[in-house]
C-alpha cells in the first residue's frame, strides 16, 4: 500500500462517519447500541466535525511531497488512531458499546497499523535525514 492510498482510505471513513454523526447521531447512537441523553447529540456532532476535519487533512495530505510535514501528519493521526484503540476496545469491553463496537476498534487498529508501518518500517523519511 502507498502512502496516498492510506490517507484516502481514512479520509473516506472519517468523512463517512463524520456526516453520519453530524446529521443522524441518534441513528449512530443506536448503531452502536450506546445511551441516547439530551446532551449526546450535540456530543455526537462535535466527534462529527472533528472527523470531517481529519478527513479533510487526510484528502488534502494524500499528496504531498514535503518530508517533514508527511512526518508529521502521519505522526499525528497515528497518535490520534491508538488513542481510538484504547478507547474504543474501553467502551466495548465495559458494555457501553454493543458489539458493534468492535468496527471501531478495527478500524482504529487498521490505521493505526498502517500510519506506524508508514512511520517506522517504510519510513517517509529517507534514513540521511535522521542524521
Known amino acids: ?3 496516498r492510498h ?5 479520509a473516506i471513513i472519517a468523512f463517512i462517519y463524520g456526516i453520519g454523526e453530524l446529521l443522524i447521531p441518534a441513528t449512530m447512537f443506536a448503531m452502536y447500541g450506546v445511551a441516547y ?8 456532532q462535535y466527534f462529527g466535525l472533528t472527523l470531517i476535519a481529519i478527513s479533510l ?4 495530505a494524500r499528496n504531498i511531497s ?9 505522526m ?7 488513542i481510538g484503540v484504547v478507547v474504543s476496545v474501553m467502551g466495548t469491553l ?3 458499546m454493543s458489539i458493534v463496537g468492535w468496527s471501531a476498534v478495527v478500524i482504529y487498529l487498521f490505521l493505526t497499523l ?7 518500517v517504510r519510513s517517509v523519511v529517507p534514513a540521511k535525514e535522521f542524521a
Open 76 to 82: 499525528a493521526l497515528l497518535v490520534s488512531d491508538v
Open 57 to 60: 487533512l487526510s484528502w488534502l
Open 37 to 44: 441523553s439530551p446532551g449526546a447529540p450535540l456530543m455526537a
Open 6 to 10: 492510506l490517507f484516502i482510505i481514512n
Open 114 to 120: 498502517g500510519y506506524g508501518y508508514f512511520l517506522v
Open 94 to 96: 465495559t458494555g457501553l
Open 1 to 3: 500500500m502507498r502512502f
Open 66 to 74: 514535503d518530508v517533514s510535514a508527511k512526518r508529521v501528519i502521519i
